[in-house]
């Protein structure tokens, strides 16, 4: 499996991944670690903001789903931490600055619609 993360910067873009054949719990902590972190860095720049983005995060959850099709791990194997979930990390409310950003555009496209 794979987990990516993106980071949208002005007018350049860095893309980071992660691959590996994960158990349960560790592909658990890479998808919520790397995706908060896409949720904050990632959409920084215009083409990241519509494409690059949505892109890494839809892989990601995409990625998940396979992980979380594991069993538990068992035998003598510590539980690995996977962290707090994505929206309960601080970085991820970044990701309210470009929805508050496109519902004001939004807003203003209407009302020079409507006046």
């Known amino acids: 499996m794979t987990f990516r993360l993106h980071q949208g910067v002005l007018v350049l873009m ?3 991944k992660v691959e590996g054949p994960f158990c349960r719990g560790c592909g658990t902590t890479y998808f919520r670690e790397l995706t908060a972190r896409t949720l904050w860095q990632g959409w920084w720049s215009p083409l990241s903001l519509v ?3 949505p892109g890494t995060l839809i892989a990601n959850r ?3 789903a396979k992980v979380n099709r594991l069993p538990e791990p068992s035998g003598g194997h510590a539980r690995p ?3 707090a979930p994505v929206l309960r990390r ?3 409310l970044a990701v309210l600055l470009p ?3 496109v519902i004001w ?9 409507t006046s």
Do not use: E, M, P
Request: cysteine-free; glycine content about 4%; charged content about 5%.
């Open 14 to 16: 860095r893309f980071h």
């Open 99 to 101: 929805v508050a950003w």
């Open 51 to 53: 494409l690059f983005t």
């Open 90 to 92: 601080a970085t991820s």
């Open 105 to 113: 555009v939004i807003a203003n496209i209407i009302n020079d619609v």
């Open 81 to 83: 931490q996977t962290g």
């Open 62 to 64: 995409l990625a998940l």
